[in-house]
């Protein structure tokens, strides 16, 4: 199903997967011998195992050897299928973690936090933590006679108040100590960085899969022009993202981001991502599974250390690979 974008023809890579497969059969084969040996049932090793974020530590370290036999075969370098636009099934709504049915979009703002001087860019903020995300659940529409001056719309307009950015000033005022520093871009940011188009194949853990035609901007091309500073000497390792409310989060490492085919979506079938698919922006990430796609990114953080998905935290794999 995979097709590589290198050299390799497919026989070098059955052949590959033979090999680390086998490595791997004899190593598992080993730890259960050696289990058998001291008297106790691979179960009993599971049982006593210390869970590491709710898994037993062998079926975690499974989890981690199947990554670095993602890694070792296809690393960054294959790409998933994409198909045409006549397989286009779009895509059913699943999971509803941290979205919120109601933000106001035009009070969506995508926060940045690790960047490289964020001070020289003008969408710097002391603390993005302050940024606002503003919901029609929690706006009370305003009676006809006390309908307030809102950026020239005076009273009698039909229309509600335009949502307005709480962008705290930076009047000079010192930031708090535990204030976040970083930048928070509109989408409107996001639209000057170049579109990508892609229809690829969604795959849920679940066991079903969908042909979506999604629209965005390469993660590549946002670090290309707000890249991140460097961390004990080297680039980032990990990013978090993550919903408004922190509801629900996902992290990766740099090489996944870095991808040709992960995108920071905001449009499914050539018009914008609908809320319940995680407007204004989602990932898509068809390499991994679609726990991974994290809908309605609020923030985005570059850090040296991994922290716990969502999902992983409940058992799931974090590498999350097909
Ligand atoms: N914020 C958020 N993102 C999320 C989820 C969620 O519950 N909340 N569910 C994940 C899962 S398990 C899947 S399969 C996909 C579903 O995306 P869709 O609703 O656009 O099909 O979103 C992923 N991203
Ligand atoms: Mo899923």
Redesign the pocket.
Known sequence: MIESSQSRTPEELDEEVRRILHARTRRSFLIGGAAALAGVGLYEVLYRAKAVNELQWPLREAHEANRSLTNALFGQRVLAPTYKASEVTG?????????DTGLIESSWGLQLVGLDRPQQYRQFMPDVDLWEYRSKDDYQAPTESQEPDVKGKGPGSSKAPAAIPHMQESTGVTASADAVPGIVLRLEDLKKLPYTEQITQ?K???GWS?IVRWGGVRFSDLLRAYPPANIDGGPPKFVTME?SNG??N?SFDMPSLMHPQTLLCYSMDGVPLQI???APV?LAMPLK????????IASLTFSNVRTPD??EKLGYDWYAGL
């Open positions: 895509l059913r709504i699943n999971g509803d973690f941290g979205i969604f849920c853990v679940e969908q919903t509801e629900y996902a319940a698919h995680g989602r599974y679609g726990y991974k796609q994290i809908k309605s969502y999902w």
